[in-house]
């Protein structure tokens, strides 16, 4: 397919050398924006997320169908010397080499980013690893899990009388990919004016950090640690989940007009003048009695007619849905984000798209989810 606004890396070739998520996720983007991503796996097993399931659609995991979109497959192995040549060749004619080994791995088989850009300066080596590639803990493998409780992220989600919890989904992996991307594409304006590559050193532990803002910022700013607030928000009321006559609902008040509109749709314009509560600082001040009097309210009558007040009177509100509810959303297939696609074996699944689009056209999945080595001889005969 031909360069256009939708395909903006068009002409770009990517090695893959990364596995799991924050790496692919990053690699996922690049293809999705058009460059071609070839993904070197070791044969056998390939990318660990193959495994990682139920649920499978045939013999691939749901989890490896999520981030490995506009992909190529190519099974070698870098204990091979003959493979590991190939792969080395295709180093040398790539625009971006992405990998996610721990610091000094690579340099056995001369895949590391010093030895590539010393024969290639122009190249883009991203470089994603749990803790970076040097400091003291350079040498500690990272999944997202550890990485939630070691960053704080733990500490400041659940109950205020509970136990710390991770994130639902592997959110720091995710920005990872993310912040990888987006300094792959840094680097790559900065290459078009200068000519020259970089070596990208992006640390699951910093993003994560990075990711939580506020209470990062709150915590570096005063010293003192944050605290879990469950579903309500830290620093603004009403900011939370609320219980309806027939289920549960998510009010986020953002700024002291909003919060007006929600009194006279509730039918008592007098709270938003309240001097007590007009402005966020005071209804923070006050919690416990503008919840509870939210609470008492909403618990009297049923959700749908909350969400008409509310989307009548301009105030951001929504249902708490499960996770099969909001994919089967019929909003996303009518703007295309979801839409079938045949994978190798034949079987057609549904797939996400990228959830952003460019003069108005989302890239489009071009390539579904490859089957481990499905390539192999076409990486071989174009860089073999």
């Known amino acids: 397919m031909n360069a256009g606004p939708a395909r903006p890396l068009a002409g770009l070739t990517v090695l893959d050398l990364s596995r799991v998520l924050a790496g692919p996720y990053a690699t996922q983007l690049l293809g999705d924006l058009g460059a071609t991503v070839w993904k070197v796996e070791r044969p056998g097993s390939g990318d660990e ?7 499978f659609v045939g013999e691939a995991s749901a989890y490896y169908l999520a981030v490995n979109r506009n992909k190529r497959s190519a099974a070698l192995d870098f204990e091979n010397s003959v493979q590991l040549a190939v792969v080395r060749r295709a180093a040398a004619r790539a625009d971006v ?44 493998p990272g999944y997202d899990a550890v990485l939630q409780g070691w960053v704080g992220l733990q500490s400041v989600t659940g109950e205020p009388d509970g ?12 920005l990872s990919g993310i912040h990888a991307a987006a300094a792959i594409l840094g680097a790559l304006v900065g290459r078009f004016r200068t000519g020259a590559g970089a070596h990208l050193d992006v640390a699951l532990s910093e993003v994560g950090i990075h990711a939580m803002v506020n209470v990062s910022q709150g915590a570096l700013s005063t010293g003192q640690p944050a605290r879990r607030h ?11 989940t609320f219980a309806a006559a027939d ?35 005071g209804r923070v001040l006050h919690r416990a009695d503008v919840v509870g009097w939210l609470a008492g309210r909403f618990a009297a009558e049923p959700c749908a007619v909350w969400f008409e007040r509310f989307r009548s009177a301009g105030v951001p509100a929504g249902p708490v849905r499960d996770v099969r509810e909001a994919v089967s959303d019929p ?8 839409a079938p696609h045949t994978l190798p074996d034949g079987r057609v699944t549904p797939l996400l798209s990228l ?30």
């Open 49 to 55: 997320t193959r495994a990682w399931g139920p649920p």
């Open 97 to 140: 080499v992405v990998e996610n080994f721990l610091p000094g791995a690579l340099e056995r088989f001369g895949l590391d980013a010093a030895t590539l850009r010393r024969d290639r300066p122009e190249l883009v080596v991203c470089s994603i690893t749990g803790f970076g590639q040097d400091g003291p803990y350079a040498d500690l």
């Open 163 to 174: 136990p710390p919890l991770k994130v639902g989904v592997a959110l720091i992996d995710v």
């Open 247 to 281: 289920g549960l609902f998510v009010l986020a008040v953002g700024n002291d007009a909003q919060w007006r509109r929600v009194c006279e749709a509730m039918g008592e314009p007098s709270r938003g003048s309240d001097p007590r509560w007009a402005a966020n600082p």
């Open 230 to 240: 469950g579903n309500a928000h830290p620093h603004i009321v009403p900011y939370q």
């Open 355 to 384: 959830p952003w689009r460019i003069d108005g056209e989302r890239p489009p999945v071009s390539l579904p989810p490859p089957a481990l080595g499905q390539h192999t001889d076409e990486f071989l005969a174009e860089f073999g």
């Open 331 to 338: 909003a996303l297939a009518a703007r295309g984000m979801v």
